[in-house]
C-alpha cells in the first residue's frame, strides 16, 4: 500500500512517501480501507517532535512511522475476537496513539471506533472524533450566559465549539490570526480577536477560558479571569505545561479562580453525540481542502501555518 512515513523528527522534508505491506490486525483489531484523515496540531507536532509531549512515540525517533490518527473509512478484514464490525462496515475513530491514518489501510482497535450515521460522509465523518470530543468537553464547561473565550478558535475543534457553544447559549469570545475573523463570525462567535494585534488576557473577563495554543503565563490567565472563572488549557508548549500544572494552581487557588491543564476523555461515546447533531443541522463540519495523499507535506503546512478555517482532510483513495 501507499503511505506517507517519516523517519526522523523536523519539518515536512522529512516526509516521503512509499510502498509498504498493508498491515493485519490482532485479534481485538480491525484492517480500515481508509477514505478520509483529517489533520490535527497533534499531526504537527508528532511530526517535529515537540512540545516534547509530542515525543510519546519515541524520544530521539520516532516509533510509529506514520501519522494521521482521525480517519474514516470501510472495514476490510477483521481479528478473531471481533465481533461488533463486519467487513463492508462504515466507521470512524480516533487511532492514537497507533496512528497510521496517512495511508491507504490502518489497523485501529475495534473499541476505538464508531459507525459511520446515515447522512454523515465519510469525509466529514473523519473531521469529528479528535476535534469533536474536545469541543463538546470543553464546551460542557460552561453554563449558558456565561462569557467563554476560545483561544485558537478558527480551527477544526474551533470550529465544532464555537457553534455547540452559541447553541448553548454562551457568549463567545473567539481568538485567531486576521484571516480567521470572519470564518469565526460566521461560526457564531459573539467577539473575534487578532491574537498578533490585541493580547486577549488583558480583555475580559471570562467565566471560562478554553485554550488550543496556550503559551502565557499563567498570571496573565488569571488576570483575564472573572472571579470564579476556569481555565482550561488543552495544547500548548511544554514549558505552559509545566506552568499550568505547578504554579497555576496555587495562583488559582489564592485568587479564588481555577487554573489547570483538561484531560480529554476519547473513544466513540465521547465523539459520537456530536455527529448527531451535524446530521440533525444543529453543526456544520468546514471541510477548507482535502489533499491527495501525495501532498500531505501541503496539507500539513497549510495547517501547521495556521491558514486552514476548519478543517483539512487526507483522501488516501482519491476523491
Known amino acids: ?65 506514520i501519522l494521521g490518527s482521525d480517519i474514516a473509512g470501510r472495514v476490510v478484514a477483521v481479528g478473531a475476537d471481533v465481533t461488533r464490525w463486519r467487513i463492508g462496515d462504515e466507521v470512524y475513530g ?35 472524533p479528535q476535534a469533536g470530543a474536545i469541543a463538546l468537553q470543553a464546551v460542557a464547561r460552561a453554563k449558558p450566559g456565561e462569557r467563554m473565550l476560545l483561544n485558537g478558535g478558527g480551527g477544526g475543534t474551533g470550529m465544532f465549539a464555537i ?64 472571579p470564579g472563572g476556569r481555565y482550561w488549557m488543552v495544547g500548548g508548549t511544554g514549558r505552559t505545561i509545566l506552568r499550568v500544572l505547578t504554579l497555576g494552581t496555587l495562583v488559582g487557588a489564592l485568587s479564588g479562580r481555577r487554573i489547570g491543564v483538561m484531560a480529554v476523555r476519547q473513544g466513540p461515546e465521547h465523539f459520537s453525540p456530536l ?5 440533525d443541522g444543529d453543526v456544520s463540519v468546514r471541510i477548507d481542502r482535502a489533499f491527495p495523499l501525495d501532498e500531505v507535506a501541503a496539507a500539513l503546512t497549510h495547517h501547521g501555518e495556521g491558514r486552514a478555517l476548519g478543517k483539512v482532510v487526507i483522501t488516501p483513495q482519491g476523491a
Open 94 to 128: 480516533d487511532t492514537m496513539p497507533r496512528l497510521g491514518g496517512f495511508a491507504e489501510y490502518a489497523v485501529v482497535p475495534a473499541s476505538a471506533l464508531a459507525e459511520v450515521p446515515a447522512g454523515l460522509a465519510l469525509i466529514e465523518a473523519s473531521t469529528i
Open 1 to 65: 500500500m501507499r503511505a506517507i512515513v517519516y523517519d526522523r523528527y523536523g519539518g515536512v522534508d522529512r516526509l516521503r512517501l512509499a510502498h509498504v505491506p498493508v498491515p493485519t490486525p490482532g485479534s481485538t483489531e480491525v484492517l480500515i480501507q481508509v477514505a478520509a484523515t483529517s489533520i490535527n496540531l497533534s499531526d504537527w507536532e508528532g511530526l517535529h517532535g515537540s512540545p516534547a509531549y509530542a515525543r510519546f512515540g519515541g524520544l530521539t525517533r520516532p516509533h510509529r512511522k
Open 275 to 279: 455527529a448527531q447533531r451535524v446530521i
Open 163 to 226: 457553534q455547540l457553544a452559541r447553541a448553548a447559549g454562551i457568549h463567545v469570545t473567539a481568538v485567531d490570526n486576521a484571516d480567521k475573523l470572519a470564518f469565526m463570525r460566521e461560526l457564531g462567535a459573539d467577539d473575534v480577536l487578532d491574537y498578533r494585534a490585541r493580547d486577549f488576557t488583558t480583555t475580559g473577563p471570562y467565566d471560562l477560558i478554553v485554550d488550543l495554543v496556550a503559551a502565557r503565563s499563567v498570571f496573565a490567565y488569571r488576570r483575564a479571569l472573572a
